[in-house]
């Protein structure tokens, strides 16, 4: 079986704390509920978590939705987006299986970044380590006003915003993440084709704001 490989990076950093860690915490509770009652992305999706604060950490590896255990998340430190975008690179080299003569590989991954700030090391090293990995479509969001969309779009063409992290806004980004990660599902299982820009995901809520 090929599987759909889903990464979600998220910001955890001192800034996060309060309403925006919970409202992430819920968010990853709304996708995997959400997702388990999708047939497609049942048999299709697994599901892994980084988060980046001083430190980035792969929280839950690349897993079934089946048996995904949503991670105890918590808000501290600042915001090392380039450690987070190497450590992605690096867990796609290892994690999501390659075509070869004899298989199929696994579809490129669909990568979700979340984060509140700007970057507090070296993102153009993270970034650079990301390119040589192969990956499907990138969605960064920039969650309230703290966040310098110029750099997401650096790595990313697919980039969106939410005017305040607060519970509403959050939960209305994840559940367009599932209904996202929904279509490619879909996409892959009944016409074999890939997610390749913002045009193949479902409309963003009112509350996800294109940055153009």
Not at 65 to 82: D, E, I, M, R
């Amino acid at each position: 079986m090929r599987r759909l490989p889903v990464y979600l990076l998220l910001d955890t950093s001192g800034s996060m704390t309060g309403e925006p860690i919970e409202a992430v915490k819920n968010g990853v509770q709304i996708l995997v509920s959400t997702l388990r009652q999708d047939p497609y992305a049942l048999e299709t999706a697994f599901l892994s978590v980084i988060t980046f604060d001083s430190t980035a950490r792969q929280v839950v590896p690349l897993t079934e939705l089946a048996s995904f255990q949503a991670p105890s998340l918590n808000a501290t430190g600042v915001t090392a987006l380039g450690e987070a975008l190497g450590l992605l690179a690096e867990r796609i080299d290892a994690e999501v299986a390659r075509t070869t003569a004899d298989a199929k590989g696994d579809w490129k991954p669909l990568v979700f970044i979340m984060t509140d700030g700007a970057p507090t090391d070296d993102w153009r090293q993270g970034l650079d380590r990301l390119k040589q990995a192969r990956t499907g479509i990138i969605v960064a969001c920039a969650a309230g006003q703290g966040v310098d969309t110029a750099v997401l779009k650096q790595i990313t063409e697919v980039v969106v915003a939410l005017d305040t992290a607060d519970a509403s806004t959050i939960k209305a980004f994840f559940k367009w993440v599932s209904a996202s990660v929904s279509t490619g599902s879909q996409k892959v299982d009944q016409g074999q084709k890939e997610v390749t820009g913002l045009s193949d995901l479902p409309p963003p809520p009112p509350e996800v704001n294109v940055v153009l």
